[in-house]
């Protein structure tokens, strides 16, 4: 269910971004950002304020990252659910390009009906003693309910745009998004619970030994504030728990047989 391929993902991102590509070996991507994208990424305000105030043409700079592990200790970002690179991409998203409205390019000549998905980018989160965070796609047709996961990479292979093409039309949803969504928390619900949670075991146990000897240190003062507040921390260090967050979403419109 989940995306693990994260070079693809990567390469996917930058390039719809109309970022080149320079190369892409053995886990190690080289891109050449523009300017929107390194205004995003590279934390350069006052270099773009100067360069538009002197009026020249600015040099977006080159970004390396690395997927594969055996390449870590290369030169550029070393990439990883939860690593800080990672993250400010996947925050770009949530807060960018939350949602959309994609249609199918369709060369077509007599009047053809799209139908609509329902797609949305989940990260579930597991946090506890470690931290792991999961991306699942799923889209949901909103006319006969039919669900699909790995969504994203099932709509690699169509080009689309923001535009419905020529003698082409959008059939009315039979599903409210609301209750699309609702059904894919559902699907995510029964998942988490299938998954194994010995992680969830391990953390409790290490919060309780970290409990003990906390109040081991405090035994001749278990009430004070500092023990207390020690205490809430550990608890809220390693107590373990399960998120869902939405990365982003929204209506793509296919032909009826397209999936």
């Not at 003698?167 to 559902?186: A, D, H, N, Q, V």
Request: net charge negative; proline share 3%; aromatic share 10%.
């Amino acid at each position: 269910m989940a995306i693990t391929n994260l070079n693809e993902f990567l390469t996917d991102y930058f390039t719809a971004k109309d970022c080149e590509i320079i190369s892409n070996h053995d886990g190690v991507i080289q891109i050449q950002l523009n300017e929107q994208m390194d205004r995003e990424l590279m934390n350069r305000p006052f270099y773009w304020h100067y360069i538009k105030k002197i009026g020249r043409t600015g040099d977006p700079m080159q970004l390396t990252l690395i997927t594969n592990p055996k390449q870590r200790d290369a030169k550029g970002d070393w990439i990883h659910f939860g690593s800080p690179r990672l993250q400010q991409i996947m925050n770009h998203l949530k807060e960018k390009e939350k949602f959309t409205k994609l249609f199918q390019l369709i060369h077509a000549t007599e009047k053809t009906p799209l139908h609509p998905w329902l797609v949305v980018n989940f990260k579930i989160s597991y946090q506890g003693q470690h931290k792991k965070d999961e991306i699942i796609s799923i889209g949901l047709h909103l006319v006969n309910g039919m669900m699909k996961l790995d969504m994203m990479n099932l709509l690699r292979k169509f080009s689309l745009q923001t535009t419905i093409s020529d003698y082409c039309f959008t059939l009315s949803p039979m599903i409210k998004i609301k209750s699309g969504y609702i059904r894919m928390e559902t699907v995510l619900s029964n998942y988490i619970e299938e998954q194994e949670h010995t992680w969830a075991k391990k953390s409790l146990e290490l919060l309780q030994e970290e409990i003990q000897t906390l109040q081991h240190f405090y035994q001749d003062d278990l009430e004070s504030e500092q023990m207390k507040k020690e205490q809430d921390e550990l608890t809220k260090r390693y107590h373990p728990k399960v998120t869902l967050d939405v990365i982003n979403g929204g209506i793509v419109y296919l032909e009826q047989h397209a999936l």
